[in-house]
């Protein structure tokens, strides 16, 4: 699914003590079927940019185009039913947003509120629950007797049991250890991968995140898409990510400070994924004749 925002503006409170911009003409493209990172410092306006693409914001100013739906401060909220369907969006802390007293009840209820019958509801809240990790045994349980993990594994269910064809995730690991936080951005890249016109959209801190699964990375800085470039082309302007309070993902890290020891052999100095930089940490032992008990 294809957004356009042609001078997308946001104000909060608008004429009021308090009035806020967000967002500052925002214009950029996002091409259908991609896996889209958004970086950017906390207040930088990631969220607020993110939540205009199934509508849950509209523009102040400017507009946007998501699929073939276009949204103006104008826009009748009636107008955008149909797109929240399409857009699934999948906040920090999504358990939070659990209520029903069981956990087969609170994945049905989106199917359900957007016109599906009972029986249709319930095979797609069993498929979601099933993909999701969660268990039948669980399914008539409360979903507040489930652990943290198990909670947040529900409420995605909840949003995919609408089968988007956009997720947006805004910070979806928040809280999770990082055994957690590996499983679940692995089983978002999975999803997206399984048919070629679903998209994702991350809003992330992690950079390693944004390296390892991202196709195009857009970085945020007051208000504005600053940058939007694929992972290659972007981690290779240090310099003004550096200037922007951005680093570089681990992988790179690592490689740069081998660099310092011994040379590399000729070929991608800036692996962003775990396996690229162990297949290159390994050409470096051997180039430059140590064994790995010497690293």
């Known amino acids: ?20 911009t967000a967002l500052e003409q925002v214009t950029l493209e996002i091409p259908s079927g991609q896996f889209t990172a958004v970086l950017g410092q906390t207040g930088s306006g990631k969220s607020t940019l993110v939540q205009h693409f199934n509508g849950l914001l509209k523009p102040t100013a400017g507009s946007l185009t998501v699929g073939d739906t276009p ?30 007293e069981t956990v087969l009840d609170d994945v049905m209820y989106g199917p359900l509120n957007f016109g599906f019958d009972r029986e249709e509801a319930e095979q797609r809240a069993r498929k979601w629950l099933t993909e999701t990790g969660i268990s039948e045994a669980l399914f008539d349980r409360s979903p507040f007797d489930l652990s943290g993990g198990q909670m947040r594994r529900v ?71 600053v940058m939007h470039e694929t992972p290659e082309d972007l981690f290779e302007r240090s ?26 052999p000729a070929g991608d100095n800036r ?17 430059n004749g140590r064994g790995q008990e010497d690293v």
């Open 239 to 264: 310099g003004e990510l550096a200037a922007r309070e951005l680093g570089q993902p681990r992988t790179v890290s690592i490689i740069e400070a081998l660099a310092d020891c011994g040379p590399f």
């Open 271 to 287: 692996p962003l994924t775990l396996d690229a930089a162990a297949d290159r940490i390994s050409r470096w032992l051997e180039t």
């Open 155 to 225: 409420a995605i269910a909840g949003v995919l049991a609408l089968e988007p064809e956009m997720l947006v995730l805004d910070e979806p690991t928040a809280g999770l250890d990082p055994e957690g936080q590996a499983t679940m951005m692995q089983f978002f890249h999975d999803w997206y991968k399984a048919e070629p016109e679903r998209s994702v959209v991350l809003v992330t801190h992690n950079i390693d995140d944004a390296a390892a699964f991202a196709d195009d990375i857009i970085v945020m800085s007051g208000g504005d898409a």
């Open 71 to 100: 949204i103006s401060p104008n826009t009748k909220q009636r107008n955008l039913q149909a797109l929240r369907r399409r857009v699934g969006m999948v906040f920090q802390f999504p358990e939070h947003q659990l209520f029903d």
């Open 1 to 20: 699914m294809q957004i356009k925002t042609n001078n997308l503006s946001y104000i909060y409170m608008p004429r009021t003590p308090f009035e806020r």
